[in-house]
């Protein structure tokens, strides 16, 4: 019989937390589940934990793969999967109890094809940040266009809506096999989250949203997203051109152009911040303000508030003190 959700977790040395993440999982009220493990390569214990569940519980699948990143073990994940609805968690995340029951229910009594919920940032087991979501029903393609173009980013202001990750959602798995919905690879391309969301978003017909905070996404510094490296440079600018390729004609009526320049420059600030309190920070930006393909993007964008004009000025005049300084107010 086919199960309700597929739960997909890629793992790599999750050790720390893993447990934790499964035993969410497995203690969701919604019983009818699938939960797939996908050990990406581990050199921990990560695998020994997921086998040592496997054997207590027929609901898992396990697999092991050689180390080709979050990206694509979602997709192997994807095509193992049997589940009427498709959900992604992170490997140091967990859901509360009744995550599943509420976003399954969401989307039945709304037929929605995606549901989205609320989640709550955690740190050392402590709420620091809950995320406002309001419960309209997205419907027809004027309402989701304007949903996907705000997730890109706002037109006339600093940042976007919504939440770009994946694991906030539940998506309806015959739109994915039917429309041959794949995530990138984050090696690749940043926020490959962001893409697969949008390539999902261009295909539903209606998406809901539960308002109960019932993700819990744990905050800490050693995740993909904190680790800079120059190539984040190649992935930013490859995003940018992702995004113009497979959304230009879908919306080209929301100055497209606009607010994925947006984007590129305010990912590219989160990571010169990020960079700036490492010891390899001056090589970084030199790096940057000698790269011509993002220097060519960034050049194309209007500040939108003060802090951006000194940021924006400091990468168009070359201005490595400027950054310098900013990383010790920052």
């Known amino acids: 019989m086919r199960p309700k959700i597929s739960v997909i977790v890629p793992i790599y040395n999750a050790e720390l937390y893993l447990e934790q993440c499964i035993e969410s999982v497995l203690n969701q009220t919604l019983r009818d589940i699938e939960l797939l493990l996908i050990d990406d390569g581990s050199t921990d214990n990560s695998f020994l934990i997921c086998e040592k569940y496997k054997k207590r519980d027929n609901r898992i699948q396990l697999y092991t793969n050689k180390n080709v990143g979050q990206g694509l073990e979602r997709n192997f994940g994807i095509k193992k999967s049997t589940g009427e609805y498709i959900a992604f968690l992170d490997s140091d995340d967990q859901y509360k109890e009744n995550m599943l029951e509420k976003l399954y229910q969401r989307a039945i009594e ?3 094809d995606m549901v989205s919920c609320r989640i709550v940032d955690m740190h050392d087991g402590k709420i620091i940040k809950e995320h406002p979501l309001n419960d309209k029903i ?7 266009k304007a949903a996907m173009a ?14 770009i990750a994946v694991w906030d959602s539940i998506f309806k798995r015959d739109i994915i096999e039917n429309e041959g919905i794949q ?3 984050e090696r690749d391309v940043y926020s490959e989250d962001l893409l697969f ?3 999902f978003m261009t295909h539903a017909k209606k ?7 019932v993700y819990l996404y744990r905050v800490n510094d050693t995740s993909f997203t904190h680790r800079i490296d120059v190539s984040v440079l190649k992935r930013i600018v490859n995003l940018y051109n992702e995004v113009c390729i497979l959304f230009g004609d879908v919306l080209k009526d929301y100055n497209l152009k606009r607010r994925i320049i947006n984007r590129t420059f305010f ?30 993007v960034i050049d194309l964008y209007q500040p939108t508030n003060l802090k951006n004009i ?5 990468l168009k005049w070359k201005l490595i003190r400027v950054f310098e300084i900013l990383s010790k107010i920052n």
């Open 150 to 163: 705000d997730m890109i980013s706002y037109e006339e202001k600093d940042g976007y809506s919504g939440c």
């Open 197 to 199: 969301k949008l390539m």
């Open 207 to 213: 998406i809901a949203f539960c308002t109960e905070a």
């Open 183 to 185: 995530f990138f690879s």
């Open 267 to 296: 990912t590219l600030r989160f990571n010169i911040n990020k960079i700036s309190k490492t010891r390899d920070a001056k090589d970084f930006y030199r790096i940057l303000l000698n790269d011509q393909e993002i220097m060519r």
């Open 310 to 314: 000194v940021v924006y000025y400091s």
């Open 138 to 144: 997205l419907i027809g393609c004027k309402e989701i």
């Open 110 to 112: 709304t037929n929605a």
